[in-house]
């Protein structure tokens, strides 16, 4: 079975400063999918980042980007010029790419992110 | 567009009470998943519908979890006789789909809190 492992319980970041948020995984799967979600306190989850195993590019979406390395079986997130709006909990997320199949997520624990003005 | 919703988003119950909960997808969506997440643990899948069918329900923990999902809209989750374990965050999330070789986003509902006492 899949696991999804972040190590970082809480984490916490000045303001417009760089944080990154660890994630580690294992599966004997080739294909598969990997998410960053957020949830800010009291609101809803949201999807952050995807990324595609087949894809050797690493994702980025405006402030956030990713570091996937496939080999080690590692999935971080940075976070630049952090932004108070970006306190949350954050938490990685891997699906099989199986066609047909299941379309679960399995989540790890969270990261608690905390910025400082 | 409305989001996923889910009622009640609170619920406080004595040991060996029934609780239902319940989730409104986003309209058109044909995939409805159920998560939960229990104090300091991971976000864990209980099942995955596809309209009104059961596609995964791997994740049911035991027999006095029921999900329905009547006429491929809304979802209930009925918990009955309810134990003290079961406490926790009860999520649930919609995509569309299905489609050959497209993965969609889960969209999450704002979770709803069971308290067993």
């Known amino acids: 079975a899949q696991t999804v492992t972040q190590s970082q319980p809480e984490m916490s970041v000045q303001e417009a400063e760089t944080v990154t948020l660890s994630c580690t995984y294992d599966?004997?799967?080739?294909?598969?999918?990997l998410f960053w979600y957020k949830q800010p306190p009291s609101r809803q989850m949201i999807l952050v980042i995807r990324?595609?195993?087949?894809?050797?590019q690493n994702a980025t979406e405006n402030r956030f980007s990713v570091n996937f390395q496939k080999a080690a079986k590692s999935f971080s997130l940075k976070i630049s010029d952090s932004q108070l709006g970006d306190a949350a909990m954050y938490f990685c997320a891997y699906r099989n790419s199986t066609q047909g199949g299941s379309e679960k997520l399995v989540f790890g624990k969270g990261t608690k992110l905390t910025v400082n003005p | 567009e409305a989001g996923v919703t889910q009622f009640p988003s609170h619920s406080v119950i004595e040991k060996g009470q029934t609780v239902t909960l319940r989730c409104d997808p986003i309209?058109?969506?044909?995939?409805l998943y159920w998560y939960r997440r229990v104090m300091g643990k991971e976000i864990k899948f209980l099942l995955h519908f596809v309209k009104e069918s059961k596609q995964d329900e791997s994740g049911m923990p035991n027999n006095r979890f029921l999900a329905e999902r009547t006429g491929g809209t809304y979802s209930t989750l009925k918990v009955q006789p309810a134990e003290l374990e079961d406490s926790g965050v009860y999520f649930c999330?919609?995509?569309?789909?299905?489609?050959?070789?497209?993965?969609?986003?889960?969209?999450f509902g704002p979770g709803t809190r069971l308290t067993v006492t």
């Open positions: 999330a919609s995509s569309q789909g299905p489609r050959p070789f497209v993965t969609y986003e889960q969209y």
């Open positions: 599966t004997s799967e080739s294909d598969y999918y």
């Open positions: 990324q595609e195993a087949y894809k050797q």
């Open positions: 309209s058109g969506h044909d995939n």
